[in-house]
């Protein structure tokens, strides 16, 4: 069936470092590709996203790449800073027969250092 | 800013108590979501609405029930709350119908039950 898998976490790195956070999905057929970032006591926030093959989705530093040919969207930052500790969750979206099916990964959270 | 919003953002109650969170949105969309979210980070779809009064049940069986009897509002009722439902508890919705449209998020309702 349709899933989303993520890297577990805790990611634990020291500010500036170099950040990776995988992804890999399972789909029937098209979907779009979604990072969303939850900040300690907030909800979940649209931090970027990819609707085909080959798009990259980028935001406040982070990229993401949608690449068919390895069923990956792995989230990457070049230097990450404190205010970016939060939880990751990577989600695929699936549009059939006039419903969404939306899917989520399990989330990774990332603690950042000074 | 949100959009979305929730209310309570806090709530303990005790066993056997009615309760309702409320959910609003400001932006006209038609399809909205209750998302149970464990203290592992994981989210859990419970309910959602694809349009005034049409509510379907979720991937996760719940207790709760809720209703869309206005497209801004989707509130979701506990009949008689159980340390069990002690739980975050996220709404979200979306406009554009395809797989593109990504969903937005209310900052949560946490509830615990004594």
């Known amino acids: 069936g349709d899933s989303v898998t993520q890297m577990e976490g805790p990611v634990t790195l020291s500010e500036e470092a170099f950040l990776t956070i995988n992804c890999t999905y399972t789909?029937?057929?098209?979907?779009?590709l979604f990072w969303y970032v939850q900040y300690p006591g907030e909800g979940l926030q649209l931090l970027l996203k990819?609707?085909?093959?080959?798009d990259k989705g980028s935001n406040k530093g982070f990229e993401a790449t949608y690449r068919k040919e390895t069923t990956s969207f792995h989230l990457e930052k070049g230097s990450v800073q404190v205010s970016d500790s939060a939880v990751y969750f990577c989600?695929?979206?699936?549009?059939?027969?006039?419903?969404?099916?939306?899917?989520f990964g399990a989330g990774t959270r990332l603690a950042v250092h000074p | 800013e949100a959009d979305i919003y929730q209310t309570p953002r806090y709530l303990v109650i005790g066993t056997g108590k009615k309760i309702t969170l409320e959910c609003s949105q400001t932006?006209?969309?038609?399809?909205m979501y209750w998302y149970q979210q464990d203290p592992g980070m994981e989210l859990h779809l419970i309910h959602y609405?694809?349009?005034?009064?049409?509510?379907e049940k979720g991937d996760l069986s719940s207790e709760s029930t809720v209703s869309r009897i206005r497209t801004e509002h989707f509130p979701l009722t506990l009949e008689s709350a159980r340390p069990s439902h002690t739980s975050q508890y996220l709404c979200?919705?979306?406009?554009?119908?395809?797989?593109?449209?990504?969903?937005?998020f209310g900052n949560g309702t946490r509830l615990t039950v004594t």
């Open positions: 789909a029937t057929g098209y979907p779009s």
């Open positions: 979200a919705s979306s406009g554009d119908p395809g797989a593109n449209s990504p969903l937005h």
């Open positions: 609405s694809y349009g005034v009064n049409s509510t």
């Open positions: 932006m006209g969309h038609d399809k």
């Open positions: 989600a695929l979206n699936l549009f059939s027969g006039g419903y969404n099916k939306l899917i």
């Open positions: 990819a609707t085909k093959a080959d």
